[in-house]
């Protein structure tokens, strides 16, 4: 279930119609849609005059050691193991961005777009957070370790947990300011299983917290569609198989949410490059090869152990929670998330 399925075996795992839902019409939780129109024609020159971003390097030429010694599970290696270890990390980053790019266009029918079309569509950067010390951009997913990655990227430590997705937004930026940082900072992402996920976002939004006011109307609007039974269940809470119901239900973009969307519709990873792909099942080996050999950010980033359906007890819930859902109501899931469990190698059987 949680394990990536190799590249040249594509093919041969979709067995449903490749008609999955998708819509460019994202909603982002209130967040409004800023963007400064700069005219096409001036955009070359704007660029040409090479827009300086302040950059503080703070490589630690000891940091690479360091943080493969704090792994977990890792004994004091050798120059040797190491070298062993970066090249198969190495490995593994062109597998998936072979596995990316060949499903994107086989499946999704999507390429990666030149930047400077990229950047003309606010949309496409609604997922970008970009922090200049660094020279990086997140495309960050929600249910994906987003809110550590975030905390890690912002500057101003006042920021509110719950404003510091709302902090440096690429689509904010004029469209030369975006573009000179899409063409040289790093670009990387961090996915995980898309069955491991949805059930994440449901116990997160409708059963572990207390329900906040936009779930709240999302909630009521679920019982009031697909709850059959409204005298024996009385809760004003979803079941699992309500929310699937709600989800697949029709073609409607105001059920489109940041926190569950498909990867491929709003976080567009068809239509630009990254240059690190990052899943949580494998956390700990990326963030160390991400930040302590790609970015060179040095020792002191935390490096989060591997979570979310690696282990046996995650696994064993989310297996519980589709044991309730019937097969028609998953089969339709699939179809929702079919190019997410494509484009990053997942297996889209539980």
Known sequence: MFCCIPYASLG?????????????????????????????????????DDIAVEWTQTADDASEQTALERLGDRRDITMAEESTWLQNMAAIQTQRQNTLRFACEKYANQTFLPLEKFVRGPRNMVSLIYNDKYRVIYNFVHKAASQHLVKLFNTNSSVPKDKIYTENRLYRLSKAGALTRLRHYKKFIF???????????????????????????????????????????????????????????????????THWSSYVTRNKVCLMEHDFIGTLETMEDDFTYLFHHLLKIGKNIKIPQSRSG????????????????????????????????????????L
């Open 310 to 349: 690696t282990t046996t007890g995650n696994v064993k819930l989310i297996k519980d929670m589709y044991a309730k859902v019937s097969a028609k109501s998953l089969q339709k899931l699939k179809n929702y998330y079919v190019n997410d469990f494509l484009v990053f190698g997942y297996n889209i059987d």
């Open 191 to 257: 996915v995980r299983d898309p069955f491991a996920r949805f059930v994440s976002v449901y116990r997160n939004k409708f059963v572990d917290h207390p329900l906040e006011p936009y779930f709240r109307n999302v909630a009521t609007n679920i019982i009031s569609r697909y709850r059959k039974d409204k005298v024996a269940n009385k809760s004003d809470r979803p079941t699992f198989p309500e929310f699937i119901d709600y989800i697949t239900g029709y073609d409607d973009s105001r059920r489109a949410n």
């Open 12 to 48: 041969n795992i979709i067995s449903m119609p490749n008609n999955t839902r998708v819509s460019d019409r994202e909603l982002e939780d209130s967040i409004s849609m800023e963007w400064h129109q700069n005219p096409d024609e001036g955009l070359e020159q704007l660029l040409a």
